[in-house]
């Protein structure tokens, strides 16, 4: 039986606001590859961006707004 070969793409678009705020969006698309298996490389692709850009003070109290 042959294994066939994942395929995995990253796509992140940092954006930085005129008041200097930074946002991101990513997908990850995947092929051969399950929903779950997909599901769980965006939620670490999310993670690891977080960590890389945290949301600040400043910025919750304006998106909660």
């Known amino acids: ?5 994942k395929s995995v ?5 940092v954006s930085i606001s005129v ?3 930074k946002t991101y969006d990513c997908t990850v ?6 929903m ?3 599901l769980i490389e965006s ?3 999310v993670a690891e961006l977080d960590k890389r850009y945290p949301v600040q003070v400043e910025e919750a109290k304006e998106f909660k707004k």
């Open 1 to 5: 039986m042959t294994e066939v070969e």
């Open 9 to 13: 793409r990253h796509r992140i678009n």
């Open 19 to 21: 008041k200097g705020i």
């Open 29 to 34: 698309d995947m092929l051969n590859a399950s």
């Open 36 to 38: 779950e298996e997909a």
């Open 43 to 45: 939620d670490k692709l």
